[in-house]
C-alpha cells in the first residue's frame, strides 16, 4: 500500500489495480472512500480497462478469433509496477504480457498517475498502443464513496447528487446487464437528485455527457461533507447495488459502454469503442474534491 499525504488529506493506493483504498481527512479522520466490505462490494474504486461493463456471453471476436473477459476487464485484477513516488504524487503502469494477451491480443501500456492537491485527488490514465495495430479500447473508474460521511446525516437518504451543468440528461438504460442505446430516455437534472435505493433497481443511472466538462456532487442539506467529481467524459455512472441497501455509491466517469443489447460481438464495432493507431496514446481523467 502506497500513501500520499498533504496538510488537508491522506491517501492510500493499492498496486493491485491501483486502487484508491482510502481518503481520510487530516483533522476528523473522516474516511470518505467506501472500505469494501464484500457483504455489499468487496471493492473500492477499481479501474475499467480494457472494456467498461459486460460482454454478451463475456466474450467478444477480432479478426475471426474468439476471446474471453469477464465484466469490466482485466486491469482491476492486476498488480501495477510503481514507476515514480513522491509525497503528494503516485505514478503506477500496467503493461502487456502473455496473461493479458489471452484475454486481448494487443500490445499496450496503461499508466495511472494520482497527485494530491489541497482538497483534491487529480487521476490521468495514459493509455498507449505499442503495437502495430489498430487497438480497440475503453476506460472506466469506479469510485464508492461512504453514506452517510458527516454526523448529522444518518442516512443513505438523506443525501442527494447534484450535476453542473444544470439540464435534462440522456439516460442510457440497462436491460439486464447490457446498454440500450437505442432508447435513451430523459432525465431531468436541474434540480438535485435525491438518493434512494430503489434508484438501482434496474442497475446503474448512466448519464450522457458527450465529453462536455461536468461537475457532479454528493452532498446532503444536513452537514458540509461530500465529494465532487469534475469529468469531460462520454459517460458517467451512479451506482449503488440494489436490492442491498448498501451504505455507500459510486460516481463514475466511462469512456465505454457495456455491450448493447443488438451487439455482433465484434470488439471494433462494440457500442461506445475507440480506436487508437498504432504508436499513439491518449490521456483521461478526472477530479474529485472532498469537503
Keep these: 500500500m502506497f500513501t500520499l499525504k498533504n496538510q488537508y488529506l491522506t491517501v492510500k493506493i493499492n498496486p493491485l489495480g491501483a486502487e484508491l483504498t482510502s481518503v481520510t481527512d487530516n483533522d476528523s479522520h473522516l474516511e470518505y472512500m467506501w472500505q469494501a466490505d464484500k457483504a455489499f462490494w468487496g471493492r473500492h474504486a477499481p479501474f475499467l480497462f480494457p472494456i467498461v461493463g459486460r460482454l454478451q456471453d463475456n466474450q467478444y471476436q477480432v ?12 486491469a482491476r485484477d492486476r498488480t501495477f509496477t510503481v514507476v515514480d513516488q513522491s509525497a503528494t504524487a503516485l505514478t503506477l503502469q500496467l503493461q502487456a504480457d502473455a496473461q493479458s494477451r489471452e484475454k486481448y491480443p494487443f500490445t499496450f501500456k496503461l499508466t495511472v498517475h494520482y497527485t494530491l492537491v489541497e482538497h483534491g485527488l487529480q487521476v490521468a490514465a495514459t493509455i498507449q498502443n505499442q503495437g502495430t495495430q489498430t487497438m480497440p479500447w475503453s476506460f472506466g473508474a469506479h469510485p464508492g464513496f461512504n453514506l452517510p460521511l458527516g454526523q448529522a446525516a444518518a442516512d443513505f437518504t438523506d443525501y442527494q447528487v447534484t450535476v453542473a451543468p444544470k439540464q435534462v440528461y440522456q439516460r442510457v438504460p440497462l436491460v439486464g446487464p447490457y446498454s440500450d442505446t437505442q432508447h435513451a430516455v430523459p432525465l431531468d437534472l436541474t434540480q438535485p437528485l435525491a438518493l434512494k435505493h430503489a434508484l438501482f433497481d434496474h442497475d446503474a ?3 450522457t455527457l458527450n465529453n462536455r466538462e461536468t461537475t457532479v456532487m454528493l452532498s446532503t442539506p444536513k452537514d458540509d461533507h461530500g465529494v465532487a467529481l469534475t469529468v469531460a467524459a462520454p459517460y458517467l455512472g451512479i451506482w449503488s447495488p440494489y436490492p442491498k441497501q448498501a451504505p455507500f455509491v459510486c460516481l463514475e466517469p466511462w469512456w465505454g459502454l457495456a455491450d448493447d443489447v443488438q451487439a455482433t460481438g465484434d470488439l471494433r464495432t462494440k457500442v461506445a469503442i475507440h480506436q487508437l493507431a498504432p504508436g499513439a496514446d491518449v490521456q483521461v481523467g478526472y477530479q474529485i474534491t472532498y469537503f
Excluded at 68 to 74: A, I, L, N, P, S
Design 205 to 207: 443511472q448512466i448519464l
Design 63 to 74: 479478426d475471426g478469433q474468439t476471446y474471453q473477459m469477464t465484466q469490466h476487464g482485466f
